[in-house]
């Protein structure tokens, strides 16, 4: 029994992560993802739209996800590899190098990002569109 572990925020959830988690589960048997609670996000300078709960469940039901675990911090891993006898850690390869100190305990392998889709991207484009709407409304005034 082989278990891998990821780690991600997973806001608006989209392909590219879909297909991160995918991947990882394609190389053991069992996969834990671990979710980043919305303190972590904001540690991390990192705006969410969806709040921890919605994320959580959504990762959670996706078939080939076995455990969804909440990140609460950046110093959990090493513990939730021995806690969880994790095999494989897992991260995409914008993190390529960040989580080598893994490697005396797991494996650890970094994926390639999926191309063109990202949840800034997302908010980028809602911000422009809100925008323009302000923009037009303005004009109409
Ligand atoms: N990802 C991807 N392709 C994209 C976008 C994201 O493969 N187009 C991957 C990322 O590389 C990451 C995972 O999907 O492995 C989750 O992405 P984020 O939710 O952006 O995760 P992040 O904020 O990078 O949090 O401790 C590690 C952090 O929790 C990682």
């Known amino acids: 029994m082989k278990t891998v572990i990821t780690y991600g925020t997973f806001d608006m959830f989209h392909i590219g992560h879909l297909?991160?988690?995918?991947?990882?589960?394609?190389?053991?048997?069992?996969?834990?993802v671990a979710v980043s609670s919305d303190e972590l996000n904001k540690v991390?300078?990192?705006?969410?739209?969806?709040?921890?709960?919605?994320?959580?469940k959504i990762v959670e039901s996706i078939k080939f996800v076995d455990m969804v675990i909440p990140e609460d911090n950046w110093e959990q891993k090493i513990k939730d590899v021995?806690?969880?006898n994790v095999d494989i850690f897992v991260m995409g390869d914008d993190w390529e190098g960040k989580f080598d100190f893994l490697k005396e305990h797991c494996e650890?392998?970094?994926l390639s990002r999926t191309k063109n889709?990202?949840?800034?991207?997302?908010?980028?484009?809602?911000?422009?569109?809100?925008?323009?709407?302000?923009?037009?409304?303005?004009?109409?005034?």
Not at 19 to 24: D, G, H, T
Not at 119 to 134: P, Y
């Open 19 to 32: 297909k991160l988690l995918e991947r990882a589960k394609e190389l053991g048997d069992r996969l834990i």
């Open 44 to 56: 991390k300078g990192k705006k969410v739209i969806i709040p921890y709960d919605q994320r959580a």
């Open 82 to 84: 021995k806690d969880n």
């Open 108 to 110: 650890v392998v970094y």
């Open 117 to 141: 889709v990202s949840t800034t991207q997302f908010k980028n484009s809602a911000e422009s569109i809100i925008k323009l709407l302000e923009q037009m409304v303005k004009e109409l005034e």
